[in-house]
């Protein structure tokens, strides 16, 4: 008899035991559920404005062909309208190039050059009044090494053959150089063929992708924060070819810091690479560079100190030693008539809690292009 009770209540505490365990995985998977809500929010919202960009055949395959040579192209944005072909991604026309044109003008640059998309009303008043061909060729956080790589893409692939090229060399190129693009592969000349291994931004897509669609599922939620922790893992420490984020204080830090001789030399070789590159094609005639100072090269105080780096000295060392430096004309807004302007209106100017010291959609439209431009009408 003693033997049957204790039976019964052995059977009693494991179904007890059982019932126990069911309540807080519940209880988990409530907590879960709840966890994930807002990020699947996100994830759908996100989906669906980047529809064509993640969907598109056309789009994929031009992704496929470009992304790895050049780190990245533009951002889904850039072709969300259904009108806007694949190029978009590397290059707008904002005036068709002619050789009936008096100039064909590209610029080239990071989020600066992309901030010319600011400036479009002025730039399409200024190519019809004067017969420029113009095409926008600024993506995020580029420099001169994806630029070189873009130049060649321009003319070889789309017979986009500039008169003038305005290159723009951010204060940040020089770390972008230094931390963003120090895998490079070369041809047997030296030649400068891509930016990351085959396959690299193609597999950090499909990853991003998988975890993304695992999150959406329709698993319960705390097997899909299982997952999700072994595919971070996987991309974190199974794929090598995964480049490690760059961190914006190592992309400042020569800024801050000031650039030392070994660097020097780095963003100067990189400099005369793209030099070389812009003038191997005869079409192209002149190389506008222009450098703009950041609010700190001017503010100094207890709670912000003054950068010790600035790019256009570095730029003004290249050009004089360059072979090319008659063809080469060289804005530099921290040397020019513009600069007390610039420091009379530091509020009103840069973006306000911006590390990186982009200006305001205004100061782009009105005060950085128009001054560019006017430059170029005697050439």
């Given amino acids: 008899m003693i033997k049957i009770w204790d039976r019964i209540k052995s059977k009693r505490t494991i179904l007890l035991l059982f019932i126990t365990s069911l309540i807080a995985i519940a209880a988990m998977e409530i907590t879960a559920r709840e966890y994930l809500k807002q990020r699947i929010q996100n994830i759908i919202e996100t989906q669906k404005n980047e529809f064509r960009y993640r969907n598109d055949e056309q789009i994929i395959e031009f992704k496929n062909k470009y992304i790895d040579r050049l780190n990245h192209l533009r951002g889904p944005s850039s072709v969300r309208i259904k009108e806007k072909p694949p190029s978009e991604l590397l290059f707008s026309v904002l005036k068709p190039f002619s050789k009936i044109n008096n100039q064909n003008i590209l610029i080239q640059g990071d989020s600066w050059a992309d901030a010319a998309k600011f400036s479009q009303n002025f730039l399409k008043d200024f190519s019809e009044r004067n017969h420029f061909g113009i095409v926008l060729g600024g993506v995020r956080s580029y420099s001169p090494s994806p630029m070189t790589i873009q130049l060649k893409i321009l003319r070889d692939d789309f017979s986009i053959h500039p008169s003038i090229i305005i290159g723009i060399i951010d204060q940040t190129d020089i770390g972008d150089e230094l931390f963003r693009y120090n895998h490079q592969e070369v041809d047997k000349s030296g030649e400068l063929m891509s930016l990351l291994p085959e396959g690299t931004n193609q597999s950090v897509e499909a990853q991003l992708l998988e975890s993304e669609n695992n999150l959406i599922s329709s698993k319960f939620a705390l097997v899909k924060l299982l997952t999700h922790a072994i595919l971070h893992f996987k991309s974190k420490f199974?794929?090598?070819?995964?480049?490690?984020?760059i961190l914006g204080r190592q992309i400042l830090s020569p800024l801050v810091n000031g650039v030392d001789?070994?660097?020097?030399e780095h963003f100067f070789y990189k400099m005369n690479r793209y030099i070389k590159t812009v003038f191997a094609d005869q079409t192209t005639k002149y190389l506008i560079l222009?450098?703009?100072?950041?609010?700190?090269?001017?503010?100094?105080?207890?709670t912000d100190k003054r950068f010790k780096g600035e790019v256009g000295a570095l730029v003004n060392q290249v050009i004089i030693k360059s072979i090319y430096q008659e063809k080469i004309i060289h804005i530099d807004f921290f040397k020019s008539e513009n600069n007390k302007f610039l420091i009379n209106n530091l509020v009103a100017a840069y973006i306000k809690n911006d590390p990186f010291s982009?200006?305001?959609q205004k100061m782009y439209s009105d005060y950085y292009y128009p001054f560019i431009f006017g430059k170029l009408k005697n050439l």
């Fill in 238 to 245: 199974l794929n090598r070819k995964i480049p490690t984020v």
């Fill in 261 to 264: 001789i070994p660097s020097a």
């Fill in 290 to 302: 222009v450098t703009h100072p950041h609010r700190k090269h001017y503010v100094a105080n207890k």
């Fill in 358 to 360: 982009h200006l305001t």
